[in-house]
């Protein structure tokens, strides 16, 4: 549930207004951050108002995540209580669902669950790989370490999709703007130029054709432009899982520049969480099943799988490396090579971490070039637009002389 918490400086009157999502006032107040000369108010916000609410408010994610995190782990090395570092970070994030896991956290901690049991009921807000290193953490008594490690890699990884949507959003206004200026069309030029063509009574273009068709269609059923605007409304909402298949992921394994963005991006992900589960002593096949669970790509998600199973029956990293590579594309020799010096030096842990660190350099790159990348392909895809219609208006002028000489 939703509380809306009114917060009033006792010393200037100044409000403030934060919403938290848990159940109890009590937990309301943990999550608001509430100070000793501050007063607090509290509302139940429920029905349309919550949906509205939710809707509008900041969304959990990577950078609510790193920030939470990263300050936990400072607090925790200062040797600040665990609860009262919780309650430091409630300010350091902008959710409201946030808000509302430090006040469930807070008050698990204080009817004596352990922070890692607590934080256990989120695995919405936190994947596998995180709650597997904050037990092993707890357990090791590494908790701020890990914490920091967790922070940081968060920090990293929204720093990357800030930059990836980023890039994405001029392809994403060619495309609506393409079917917005279908649609208009349908409704002003395409009528008169339909009845210029029927006059000339000679077989039209296909383009023609299926231009004066969705003419027809959206000037008898108005309705209908709900349908692609509705279309692209799903594409953008459920683009994750969309991308989540695998004729899809393996599509753009395939383009020229996307398909190197994926592998590195998967790569990165699958060997930061692997060094990071190592690192925090993890036995080696929980590590990398863990892995494989929060990899986000089937080949990564089969490659640390097929790892686990030769691990299983007594095969080194490295042979199972050897064994696997063709799951890496280009980069499976090399990581083989890297992996051999690691088994021989001993330094298992900080090769992983290198590995993890050179993709994710790799990655900000490309990232930060995206826009340039992507251009060619967006020039394409407009490049077929306007060629389409193009061809659809002007086309049956083509066969205007035909028309007029066969009159004579």
Known sequence: ???????????????????????????????????????????????????????????????????????????????????????????????????????????????????????????????????????????????????????????????????????????????????????????????????????????????????????????????????????LYMLFSNFGKIMAQRWMQDLCLKLPVVGNLIRKAAASTGFRTLAMLTESNIRLTSALEITAAASWHYHYKEFFTRLRDHITVGRNLHEAFLLESHWLGTDGRNLCGLIELASETGSGTEMLTEIADDYEEELDNLAASLDKLIEPLTMLVLGVIVGFLIYAIYGPMFSLGDVILKKK
């Not at 934060?18 to 009590?26: A, G, I, K, P, R």
């Not at 495309?175 to 000679?202: C, E, H, R």
């Open 1 to 231: 549930m939703l509380k809306k918490v009114t917060i009033t400086n006792i010393n200037t009157g100044h409000k403030a207004i934060t919403l938290v999502c848990t159940d109890t006032h009590d937990k309301a107040i943990i999550g608001c951050g509430m100070s000793s000369n501050e007063t607090a108010v509290i509302e139940d916000v429920s029905g349309v108002d919550e949906k509205l609410q939710i809707l509008t408010s900041p969304k959990p994610g990577n950078e609510d995540c790193g920030a939470f995190f990263s300050g936990l782990g400072r607090c925790l090395e200062r040797n600040i209580s665990m609860v009262k570092g919780l309650k430091l970070q409630v300010n350091r994030v902008s959710s409201p669902r946030f808000k509302g896991m430090i006040a469930d956290v807070v008050h698990a901690i204080t009817q004596g669950e352990k922070f890692s049991e607590a934080m256990a009921k989120f695995p919405d807000l936190f994947s596998a790989d995180i709650l597997s290193l904050l037990f092993a953490g707890e357990e090791a008594g590494q908790l701020a370490r890990v914490c920091k490690r967790i922070g940081i890699a968060q920090k990293k990884s929204s720093k990357t999709l800030k930059k990836l949507k980023g890039a994405m959003i001029y392809p994403a206004i060619v495309m609506v703007l393409g079917v917005v200026v279908v649609i208009v069309m349908s409704f002003t030029l395409v009528p008169a130029m339909a009845k210029l063509f029927a006059s000339f009574g000679t077989e039209l273009p296909v383009p023609t054709k299926i231009l004066i068709w969705l003419s027809n269609l959206f000037l008898h059923q108005p309705y209908m432009v709900a349908v692609p605007l509705a279309g």
